[in-house]
């Protein structure tokens, strides 16, 4: 199983802060997608990355996919309260096209 | 268009209950999986399902069961409840090659 580590485990600033959170992995990975789970809910997919190097930017969040495809980043600027959640980094695991396997997640709080 | 539902969304077991989870997609979505997410350890893969009467182990398979004889519905059974079971459950399906999961919203499930 490939195993997929998130860093950090907790993050809390304040509004209006800029914040970068990491999936790391020493696998090669085909794509890598990012999740947002809010409390009470399931998680919801955010972006897939697939070639390495890829840069994708959603409003205020940008996703990189690292050169070797076995890293991502995501950064938020100027975050809002409304970020705040857990973000999950996921990718295939086994070789399988079926089994996607989660990092532990990042708990971000925006405060007011 | 529902997407994929869950329930109950909550439920309290006494340690060698029975009980079935219940996951029903309305989107012709092939693959099912349910998740389980604890603190501190991510989601777990379960149980996967790439169509009707097709399912194998994920990562955490003991002590949970699971069946699909029809494309929509892919219920997770507990046959003899213990404590390590307490967590909350997610099912999510998916479209083959796509590699986006659904989530339901989860099932939270206290074992005592």
Redesign the interface.
Known sequence: ?QLLEQSPQFLSIQEGENLTVYCNSSSVFS?L?W?RQEP??????LV?VVTGGEVKKLKRLTFQFGDARKDSSLHITAAQTGDTGLY?C?A?SGGS?????????TLLTVNP | NAG?TQTPKFQVLKTGQSMTLQCAQDMNHE?M?W?RQDP??????IH?S?GAGITDQ??VPNGYNVSRSTTEDFPLRLLSAAPSQTSVY?C?SMI??A???T????SRLTVL
């Open positions: 199983t794509s997608q999740y009470g809910e399931g998680p919801v997919l897939t999950l996921a295939n096209n079926y089994k996607l396997t989660f990092g532990k997640g | 994929v693959y999986s998740y501190g350890m991510g989601l777990r893969l996967y790439v994920g990562e997610f999510a083959p090659g590699n986006v999961l989530f339901g919203a989860g």
